[in-house]
């Protein structure tokens, strides 16, 4: 009987445990980001040289325990994460993903965007090592700040605006429209979005040249400058609107949809025609006049 294979020396399990450990560590520290592992039973966490130069630390100056990350994570942000890890725990999430701020070595606060899966569990399927990375998102939160701010402002000046302003995307219909729309046309913007405004808003003997000119929009760019047209009110009136007309693009800059600005020019036509009515009636009285004189000097 052959028991060569009985001899061979089998592999030692400590031994075996440490270099996987050991490459486990290893292929940590080679991702750029901050990658951490941590043993929820003791609380250690293994950091990367990534996590420790993105707080702005060296190797060996601070390793905060799982329960010591109150010292590192922003007041405003500890329930948000607390919530996060409890949540996937327990089951309730298939990921640890979660976005807080954490505390650099200058003082400063910079957001990271943490993601984790567990890697060991016990016999009750309970996570009890969780390996992840925090990808540092500072930059992408700023901008994302940025923009909100410039929107929110934007959205200011549009619902104060007291002129008629109407956002029309490729197929006619309507994407935004303010507060002061609604008060001319007689609808609320969550009863006309997405509604076809060529349509709904538009005397069909109108709804060529307004279609026309919102395809040359969108297809060529450029402005309309005080286009004017009826528009049907929710009382079915019709009131005069004088428009001002702009493309707006998408990431990629192609036109997707017109900003339409108006102003209800109703009252001023009506003046305008009035006027017409009297300065006519002037003129038919004083030829009258002329002719009258004209007879009595014959």
Known sequence: ????????????????????EERLRLALDAVGDGAWDWDVRTGAIYYSDGWYSSLGYARGETVPLADEWGAFVHPEDADVLGSAVDAYV????????CEFRVRTKSGDYRWMLARG?????DEHGVPTRIVGINIDISLAKSVQSALDQAEGRCRAIVDTAGCIIVVLD?????????????RIYGWSADEVRGKDYLEWFLPKRFREPVRAEIDRLIASGGETVDFENPIITRTGDERDVLWNASQLVDSEGRGWAVVAIGQDITERNKALRARDVALHEKEVALDRARARESGEEG
């Open 1 to 20: 009987m052959d028991t060569t294979r009985d001899r061979r020396p089998q592999p030692d399990p400590d031994t075996a445990t440490k270099e996987a």
């Open 90 to 97: 327990a089951g309730r999430t298939a990921e640890l993903d």
């Open 117 to 121: 899966r567990a890697i060991d569990r």
């Open 170 to 182: 490729a197929a006619y219909r309507v994407r935004e429209w303010n507060p002061a729309a609604g």
